[in-house]
């Protein structure tokens, strides 16, 4: 546990008494994603205010099983009827034995931080008419506005992509390391509508409670803070996400916003130190880790800049079009249907992902049996790897699936490339950024990953050029 100042200087008072609560306003139904943002509860004749949205990586475009209510992979925050924000009010020192009844006051938002056996201290929330409060985290009460469960680790489940090597075991674990009530954000309700960032969420009571191992202290104006568990980390972009997109330094957010330097590992109970010069405010290309999935945060502003299913759907047709042919069978490739991401297609693109060549299935080529290659190439390995009949280069040989999901991509450029070793197509742009970012794994570990699918990136740039072969006729 980590403290700051001595709590025996606090004396408990003999009694708590609490303030009444102020009268808050109903939250609102949990807003649902872009493609259903109003829900019924806004005027007809006024345009909706949208925060921004958030995206969680590793799933192209929906759920494994279907988007369904607040469980989906991608929510759009739009501004509430009425304002359901909270910010600090009132601050209570009491007899660790008394926080049950402190906190069984169900309409006033509170966080409690045990000091220890005989000493807690209470920071009870009031009402803020100026922000709106989204909630995250694993629990399906009704209070967390989007319910989060932890993403298959490199398995490649959408789009059939690849395993990764030892990227955490292809399907979701057996207990989850999400917490139930991961974070909030709060959005102010006026222009810039500036978004930030809080680790922890309300239960079902309002309350937020640290116990006794929890990491916590004491400010320096005498306010009290601390970390979850599992921590919550924000990478902010270093530049702008779309125009130069280039990753930042991983930092972790505290239960009231501050930001600090990574823990050793993941739970450890020492924080990190305190960056003053950073702040919890998101923008355009933060991402948010919850320890067993990591969101995206896009700006409106950002969004425009992508392409939208319409478009994505264009550019597929525009692919197909070209009638790009396998360069052994002659036969013409066609990139199945947006809605098409588990079924590999007869008439479906391969690719050897070390070389970019682009064929057609075929069940030859198994290079199982050669010895180590020569000069230039890559000697194969037990997994069945392939050799390309090109160029001779040897590695895997997966389909090629089109990124669906809109919002991870950085522009709207042609669907040149594709991430290795899943085979997921975007375009350059989109590839080449996210091949820089190193995504959090585990307690300590951080790899680049496809943000389709989750795959962990191999080979030197983690991409490859497509190189598709045009009708000889």
Not at 200 to 212: M, P, R, T, V, Y
Request: aromatic residues 6%; glycine residues 12%; neutral net charge.
């Amino acid at each position: 546990m980590v403290l700051e100042g001595s709590s025996e200087a606090l004396c408990p008072p003999p009694s708590l008494e609490l303030r009444p609560s102020c009268n808050k306003s109903q939250p609102s139904p949990p807003l649902g994603s872009s493609s259903q943002p109003h829900d019924g509860v806004f005027p007809e004749d006024k345009e909706p205010v949208k925060y921004g949205e958030l995206i969680v990586l590793g799933h192209n475009g929906s759920l494994a099983n279907g988007d369904k209510g607040r469980r989906r992979s991608r929510l759009a925050l739009y501004k509430r009827p009425k304002a359901n924000g909270v910010k600090p009010d009132v601050i209570h020192n009491v007899s660790t034995p008394l926080v049950s009844k402190a906190l069984s006051n169900k309409s006033q938002h509170s966080i409690s931080y045990t000091l220890s056996r005989s000493h807690s201290v209470i920071v009870e929330y009031t009402h803020d008419t100026n922000t709106d409060m989204f909630q995250i985290g694993r629990s399906t009460e009704s209070m967390i506005d989007f319910v989060v469960t932890d993403t298959a680790g490199s398995g490649g489940s959408q789009g059939g992509g690849a395993a990764g090597e030892g990227g955490g075991g292809g399907g979701q674990s057996a207990q989850s390391t999400i917490s139930r009530y991961a974070c909030r954000i709060m959005c102010e309700r006026s222009a810039p509508y500036t978004a930030r960032i809080y680790a922890a969420g309300f239960d079902s009571s309002k309350n937020i409670f640290l116990g006794e191992r929890a990491a916590k202290w004491r400010t320096s104006d005498g306010l009290m803070d601390g970390l979850t568990t599992n921590g919550v980390l924000v990478m902010h972009p270093a530049g702008e996400f779309v125009s130069e997109p280039a990753p930042g330094v991983w930092r972790e957010i505290s239960v009231c916003g501050n930001v600090f330097a990574l823990r050793e590992t993941r739970s450890a109970q020492q924080r990190g130190k305190l960056v003053e010069n950073e702040s919890n405010t998101l923008q355009d290309g933060s991402l948010i880790d919850l320890c067993g999935a990591t969101l995206l945060w896009r700006t409106p502003a950002g969004l425009r800049h992508t392409p939208t299913l319409k478009q994505l759907e264009s550019l597929r047709q525009e692919l197909n079009a070209a009638r790009p042919q396998c360069p052994v069978g002659f036969n013409t490739l066609a990139f199945p249907s947006l809605a098409q991401r588990e079924i590999v297609d007869k008439k479906q693109p391969w690719v050897y992902v070390n070389c970019g060549h682009v064929h057609g299935y075929h069940n030859w080529g198994y290079r199982k049996d050669k010895g180590p290659a020569g000069p230039g190439g890559t000697a194969p390995a037990s997994t069945g790897e392939r050799e390309c009949p090109m160029c001779r280069r040897v590695g895997p040989y997966v389909p090629l699936w089109l990124g669906c999901e809109g919002g991870l991509y950085l522009d709207a450029g042609p669907p040149t490339h594709a991430f290795c070793p899943c085979g997921h197509v975007c375009s350059e742009k989109t590839v080449v950024g996210w091949s820089q970012i190193p995504l959090p794994h585990g307690t300590h570990a951080f790899h680049a990953a496809c943000p389709f699918c989750g795959t962990w990136l191999t080979g030197e740039q983690g991409h490859i050029k497509l190189i598709f072969q045009g009708p000889v006729d």
